[in-house]
């Protein structure tokens, strides 16, 4: 056999895969881009279009080679020019096809789509002019001959078998997609459950789901299967406090009590928001677990992701978990445990993200209305036994503070929401990132120092205290302007006078006022927010003499990190019926609040001092004034937490200073 007859021989075995996988990609292609509807066929069409590419890679690439060897001498250089052509626009088709098929269908691949679509259409009018133009010229020179040597009868015929069974196995394929795909349970992970709130599976919380009924595990406990594709945003919220919203010692301490002192389904209450795996399944309930309990799902995995992509609307905005969770639309072997069939899920996924990001990106998760579903609260008379009492509510704080644009006190070019404060953009390689390799934060940095600190995760801590001292408040002395002053006893004429601010300055032995202002400029809300009862917002008040004798404190710290309790703080004190202080965040025995005090967001708030001016002090007085922030009151921490002693951080929001003149006291004649 001459080489010539090799080649020719090797070229009729490869142009049945490559006019087979031509065919497929064609008609597997076009199907794809022409329609919109999801379905499991789709899916599979859009795999067998993968597969059909890396095929038609390699036998294009192997017929590509053996073509140019055998036709090298073909004196015809119109049809050559553009053959070649041909083939290097192909090789752009393969190139941007496996692009695709190895990162997916991304936000960001809009030009290797667009490149990929471009190429075929080109490729097809050059392979189709390179077949008319060799037909013209074979023809002209060969009457009666064999038009293509490389397609005789018997390679046609293997042609047709192999696309016939390929389609026949591409109807198996999809056969089984309906038989093996996982059914999901709607009974719940408890076993028998107690409808104590009514007949409604989920009360007191808010929550709801799209069936009315349980959610199975699988269609939720998925953090692990989201962070194949979302590494960077998966690592973001490994650290975050929505990953620890049940894991934290303090809300395990909390949930145990309540479920000690009201029953397991009382813990609905809280579960809805911290733990909705927890709930959804209908885990809490008699011989069930809440989101405490150590090594369950809703342990593991807090707020997950589906927690918060999973919701497909808003029911109301006053919260307690008011959301209702969606079934997200099928894909290929969703929910097997299978590990071949979950390769085949995840890559239809990544062949047809559409879908995938219309049910997990809807409009709503970036308003600040999806974070009132949680970031709101109350309770009702079927938890506390009194009846109906406002708690938390960042969300009305915030639609009441400049940064809503819904309040005309202020006069704002552009809103801005709660994610826009709380995730912005940082640098991450994943799917979602946008045109600058950026994805919103998944860490969710707010004022939660303590988790931080807790689960050893130095970065969440550093960001989160970051967070809090971005100029977000503000603290000023004011001056202790005297308007009876008297400034110099030279005769002047009126309009000489000085008309600038009265000067400032304080007597020996007087008893003395300063005023200091704190300013919400940046906050979103209310501060301090969230669970203002167990938080810890005071001011610090530090003033000595020239000589660094003390004159005046307020706000220091004893020697067991307890602060000084006559400071001036930032927080609520709730009361149950008896008028005793809920200080174990045992919100279930509140009926309202005996002290609450915070600042509006874009306002302030004037805490005044009183104090002696020693007749030793040497002028000028030194004043320093902080505010500061600490995650947990040390009465809760203690109680919470189990030991005495524990060092929460403790951060200075905001700080300023001012010295101030002493004078004797004039006479007085």
């Not at 059909?52 to 890679?57: D, E, I, L, R």
């Not at 060969?142 to 026949?168: E, N, Y």
Request: a positive charge.
């Amino acid at each position: 056999m001459t080489k010539l007859e090799l080649y020719l021989l090797v070229e009729k075995r490869i142009n049945v895969i490559l006019w087979a996988s031509l065919s497929i990609l064609c008609l597997t292609g076009f199907i794809t881009w022409a329609t919109s509807i999801h379905s499991l066929a789709l899916l599979w069409l859009s795999i067998f279009h993968g597969i059909a590419g890396v095929v038609f890679s390699f036998s294009t690439l192997i017929f590509g080679i053996i073509h140019f060897r055998r036709t090298i001498g073909f004196r015809r250089p119109m049809t050559v020019v553009v053959g070649i052509f041909a083939w290097f626009v192909l090789l752009g088709v393969i190139y941007t096809g496996l692009i695709m098929l190895w990162n997916g269908r991304t936000k960001t691949d809009t030009i290797i789509y667009n490149g990929h679509l471009g190429f075929v259409l080109t490729s097809l009018v050059l392979v189709a002019m390179h077949i008319a133009a060799y037909y013209w010229i074979v023809g002209m020179s060969q009457k009666g001959g064999q038009l293509f040597p490389s397609l005789d009868r018997k390679t046609r015929r293997a042609f047709w078998v192999t696309l016939a069974t390929t389609l026949s196995i591409f109807a198996a394929f999809l056969a089984a997609a309906w038989a093996f795909n996982p059914k999901f349970t709607t009974e719940p992970a408890a076993g028998s459950y107690k409808y104590d709130y009514g007949s409604h599976p989920f009360r007191p919380s808010q929550s709801e789901t799209y069936h009315n009924t349980f959610i199975d595990p699988r269609q939720i406990a998925t953090a692990s299967e989201c962070a194949v594709c979302h590494k960077d945003i998966a690592d973001q919220w490994a650290d975050s406090t929505h990953k620890k919203a049940s894991s934290d010692p303090t809300y395990v301490r909390n949930i145990n009590l309540l479920s000690n002192k009201k029953g397991i389904s009382a813990t609905r209450y809280c579960e809805g928001c911290h733990a909705p795996i927890a709930l959804l399944t209908g885990s809490l309930s008699p011989g069930g677990f809440h989101g405490g309990e150590p090594n369950t799902p809703a342990n593991r995995e807090g707020v997950n992701c589906l927690s918060c992509h999973g919701i497909q609307s808003i029911e109301h905005l006053k919260g307690n978990g008011s959301y209702r969770f969606g079934q997200p639309t099928a894909y290929l072997f969703d929910g097997t445990d299978n590990l071949i069939l979950r390769s085949i899920n995840r890559l239809s996924i990544r062949m047809s993200p559409d879908q995938h990001k219309r049910d997990m990106a809807r409009d709503f998760i970036k308003k600040s209305e999806f974070c009132a579903t949680c970031h709101a609260q109350f309770m009702d008379k079927e938890m506390n036994n009194w009846g109906w009492v406002k708690m938390q509510d960042d969300y009305s704080a915030w639609l009441n503070g400049p940064y809503s644009g819904q309040n005309p006190r202020f006069n704002i070019a552009e809103p801005v929401n709660c994610q826009q404060c709380h995730m912005p953009r940082t640098a991450a390689k994943d799917p979602a990132a946008n045109f600058d390799g950026k994805v919103k934060s998944h860490r969710f940095v707010a004022a939660n120092t303590l988790t931080a600190m807790l689960s050893n995760t130095p970065t969440q801590l550093e960001e989160t205290i970051r967070f809090l001292q971005t100029n977000k408040m503000r603290i000023s002395i004011d001056k202790p302007n005297r308007d009876t002053a008297t400034q110099n006893y030279t005769a002047l004429e009126n309009q000489q006078r000085i008309t600038a601010t009265a000067p400032y300055f304080y007597y020996l032995n007087e008893k003395a006022k300063l005023n200091v202002t704190v300013s919400n400029i940046g906050v979103g809300h209310n501060f301090p927010g969230g669970t203002i009862d167990i938080n810890e917002a005071w001011i610090e008040l530090i003033i000595t003499d020239a000589q660094g004798r003390q004159v005046f404190s307020s706000g220091a710290l004893d020697a067991t990190k307890n602060v000084d309790p006559n400071a001036y703080f930032y927080r609520s004190k709730p009361v149950d019926r008896a008028g005793h202080d809920v200080w174990r965040h045992d919100l279930f025995n509140m009926v309202g609040d005996r002290y609450r005090n915070s600042v509006p967001a874009g306002g302030s708030d004037i805490a005044t001092f009183e104090f002696d001016i020693p007749s030793w002090a040497i002028s000028p007085l030194q004043i320093s004034s902080a505010l500061k922030y600490r995650k947990l009151n040390k009465q809760y921490s203690s109680w919470a937490l189990e030991k005495e002693g524990a060092t929460l951080p403790i951060v200075d929001m905001a700080r300023d200073s001012l010295s101030v003149p002493l004078k004797n006291q004039p006479d007085v004649r």
